[in-house]
């Protein structure tokens, strides 16, 4: 037997949730199968079974959240195991296993030797008063608790009988008073409704959604940063109608290749050639020192169902507007369908926010730690601009860059905007 764990992601990975299963308990995978999704904070990952053979059980629910790394997830029966779907015991033998505990070999196993994480307490059996001890996945048995159910009085249908979610669901159908009395109690979510109450929200008067591990992550990192991070902002404005014209130029010249440049790829180009020209911009901050980053990897905000996510152009200052452009159109596309792998979302040196297709004319960015800056970039539209005294119309658009007082201060950062506002305002300067 062979138990599937459950696979880290990243290298901060500690937990995750199984979204679905694509295989099922009797199932024949090869090597490189995919046979289930698993979810982080940032994105859908689909796991591949890396030996042959047959699915004897699956450990974890669809749906379950908060899987630990390396938890079994399943158990693949390979040549020459016997797996029990395939030759189900006599049934004075199926009494003797619903009366004595689970043996040793159909317990979870440990994780291989130099594994960082162990079996979660969710993913282990409970023990029973008289010693048996009671499988139920993880989902199952936080259903259970929270309707004052006793594990040990629920008949399991799942494999081995595990308890499932369905098998709670039935349980709570048929439960005494007491334990109805106390599913009907306030559990620990209500805390936020009785706080909105006290603000004078009226019960009923909203739908609670719950959070999910994205909103979860981007709540604690932005309070974080914003709380910990001395920050400031830094704004211009820059004159776009040399760049628009460029734009159709560029386009033109592309359109045989099937490759289209936005202004947000031209903005990418700008700020990589940029920082390549002021280096101090381009830099983190550590308790041991000052980073100074060899590549401009910058990182664009996208917004996805329930978040947003900054997908990474790699030393975007060595590429040219068409392959940035390629890129981040792929990048774009994959995260909104939540299929980016890790080190295409993480470790960025710099982050561009671009809310100007959203008509939002300025705002100020939270920094990304650890990155030293973020640009916020506005709507261009036309304004009223004075040149030689003499009252003129210009395409205009505010970018504010929001600095890590610790690593880029004042000085560094006005220097990032003298180098960044002629590249926007003159597009040729881009390639000398």
């Given at each position: 037997?062979?138990?599937?764990?459950?696979?880290?992601?990243?290298?901060?990975?500690?937990?995750?949730?199984?979204?679905?299963?694509?295989?099922?308990?009797?199932?024949?995978?090869?090597?490189?199968?995919?046979i289930?999704?698993?979810?982080?904070?940032?994105?859908?990952?689909?796991?591949?079974?890396?030996?042959?053979?047959?699915?004897?059980?699956?450990?974890?629910?669809?749906?379950?959240?908060?899987?630990?790394?390396?938890?079994?997830?399943?158990?693949?029966?390979g040549e020459?195991?016997?797996?029990?779907?395939?030759?189900?015991?006599?049934?004075?033998?199926?009494?003797?296993?619903?009366?004595?505990?689970?043996?040793?070999?159909?317990?979870?196993?440990?994780?291989?030797?130099?594994?960082?994480?162990?079996?979660?307490k969710?993913?282990?059996?409970?023990?029973?008063?008289?010693?048996?001890?009671?499988?139920?996945?993880?989902l199952?048995?936080?259903?259970?608790?929270?309707?004052?159910?006793?594990?040990?009085?629920?008949?399991?249908?799942?494999?081995?009988?595990?308890?499932?979610?369905?098998?709670?669901?039935a349980?709570?159908?048929?439960?005494?008073?007491?334990?109805?009395?106390?599913?009907?109690?306030?559990?620990?979510?209500?805390?936020?409704?009785?706080?909105?109450e006290?603000?004078?929200?009226?019960?009923?008067?909203?739908?609670?959604?719950?959070?999910?591990?994205?909103r979860?992550?981007?709540?604690r990192?932005?309070?974080?940063?914003?709380?910990?991070?001395?920050?400031?902002?830094?704004?211009?404005?820059?004159?776009?109608?040399?760049?628009?014209?460029?734009?159709?130029?560029?386009?033109?010249?592309?359109?045989?290749?099937?490759?289209?440049?936005?202004?947000?790829?031209?903005?990418?180009?700008?700020?990589?050639?940029?920082?390549?020209?002021?280096?101090?911009?381009?830099?983190?901050?550590?308790p041991?020192?000052?980073?100074?980053?060899?590549?401009?990897?910058?990182?664009?905000?996208?917004?996805?169902?329930?978040?947003?996510?900054?997908?990474?152009?790699?030393?975007?200052?060595?590429?040219?507007?068409?392959?940035?452009?390629v890129?981040a159109?792929?990048?774009?596309?994959?995260?909104?369908?939540?299929?980016?792998?890790?080190?295409?979302?993480?470790?960025?040196?710099?982050?561009?926010?671009?809310?100007?297709?959203?008509?939002?004319?300025?705002?100020?960015?939270?920094?990304n730690?650890?990155?030293?800056?973020?640009?916020?970039?506005?709507?261009?539209?036309?304004?009223?601009?004075?040149?030689?005294?003499?009252?003129?119309?210009?395409?205009?658009?505010?970018?504010?860059?929001?600095?890590?007082?610790?690593?880029?201060?004042?000085?560094?950062?006005?220097?990032?905007?003298q180098?960044?506002?002629?590249?926007?305002?003159?597009?040729?300067?881009?390639?000398?």
């Open positions: 037997m062979t138990d599937i764990l459950m696979p880290a992601l990243s290298p901060t990975m500690e937990e995750g949730t199984l979204a679905k299963w694509h295989v099922k308990v009797g199932d024949t995978v090869a090597a490189g199968d995919v289930a999704e698993i979810e982080t904070d940032k994105a859908t990952m689909e796991v591949e079974a890396v030996d042959e053979g047959v699915i004897e059980a699956l450990l974890v629910d669809a749906g379950t959240e908060n899987v630990k790394v390396n938890a079994p997830i399943a158990r693949l029966a020459g195991d016997v797996a029990s779907f395939d030759t189900p015991a006599p049934q004075a033998a199926q009494d003797d296993v619903k009366k004595s505990p689970e043996p040793e070999s159909k317990l979870p196993r440990p994780p291989e030797q130099g594994a960082p994480a162990p079996v979660s969710d993913a282990m059996p409970a023990p029973r008063a008289d010693g048996e001890r009671v499988f139920a996945s993880p199952a048995r936080r259903l259970a608790q929270a309707a004052g159910l006793d594990l040990k009085a629920i008949a399991g249908s799942g494999p081995h009988g595990r308890v499932i979610k369905a098998d709670v669901d349980a709570r159908g048929k439960a005494p008073s007491s334990a109805k009395a106390t599913e009907d109690k306030p559990s620990a979510a209500p805390r936020q409704v009785q706080s909105l006290q603000m004078g929200i009226a019960p009923g008067s909203y739908d609670l959604v719950p959070l999910d591990g994205m979860k992550t981007i709540a990192r932005m309070t974080e940063s914003f709380r910990d991070v001395p920050h400031f902002p830094l704004t211009i404005d820059v004159e776009i109608d040399a760049l628009l014209a460029a734009r159709v130029k560029i386009n033109a010249m592309l359109e045989k290749d099937g490759v289209k440049v936005s202004v947000n790829d031209l903005v990418i180009k700008a700020v990589a050639t940029a920082l390549r020209r002021v280096p101090e911009a381009n830099a983190s901050y550590t041991e020192g000052i980073a100074m980053h060899h590549h401009a990897d910058i990182a664009m905000a996208v917004a996805i169902d329930g978040g947003l996510i900054t997908p990474i152009i790699r030393a975007a200052e060595t590429k040219g507007l068409a392959q940035i452009a890129e159109k792929d990048l774009a596309a994959r995260a909104r369908d939540k299929k980016l792998k890790p080190e295409e979302f993480q470790g960025g040196t710099f982050s561009i926010s671009n809310m100007g297709m959203m008509g939002i004319k300025q705002f100020a960015s939270i920094i730690e650890p990155q030293g800056c973020i640009l916020s970039v506005g709507a261009g539209e036309q304004r009223p601009v004075v040149r030689d005294g003499q009252l003129a119309v210009a395409t205009v658009m505010t970018v504010t860059l929001t600095c890590d007082h610790r690593v880029v201060d004042g000085a560094i950062g006005a220097k990032f905007l180098a960044f506002k002629p590249l926007i305002e003159e597009p040729l300067t881009m390639i000398v």
